[in-house]
């Protein structure tokens, strides 16, 4: 699978989640990216892993990862806060 699966503006950020590969180990990143002001490209926001914005998931967790956001989409739905 080849670029993000899912992407959301929040602030002025553009948060995408996508698998990427670190070191030889793919995980789940959800990270903010902006938008470089000479190339035009998006670029992860960074700083460092101590001062990291983003989540990194290990692939072994993405489906915990995905019943748990099903839940949660279930509990707003039976709530009327999602459509059905």
Not at 10 to 35: T, V
Not at 40 to 51: D, V
Not at 57 to 69: F, G, M, T
Request: positive net charge; glycine residues 10%.
């Amino acid at each position: 699978m080849k670029g993000p699966v899912f992407e959301s503006v929040y602030r002025d950020k553009l948060w995408r989640i996508e698998l990427s590969e670190y070191n030889g180990q793919k995980r789940l990143s959800i990270w903010p990216h902006y938008q470089h002001l000479k190339t035009g490209e998006l670029r992860p926001c960074g700083g460092g892993w101590q001062q990291a914005s983003g989540c990194i998931v290990p692939v072994e967790r993405v489906e915990e990862l995905a019943a748990a956001l099903s839940a949660m989409a279930e509990h707003l739905r039976v709530g009327g806060q999602l459509a059905a």
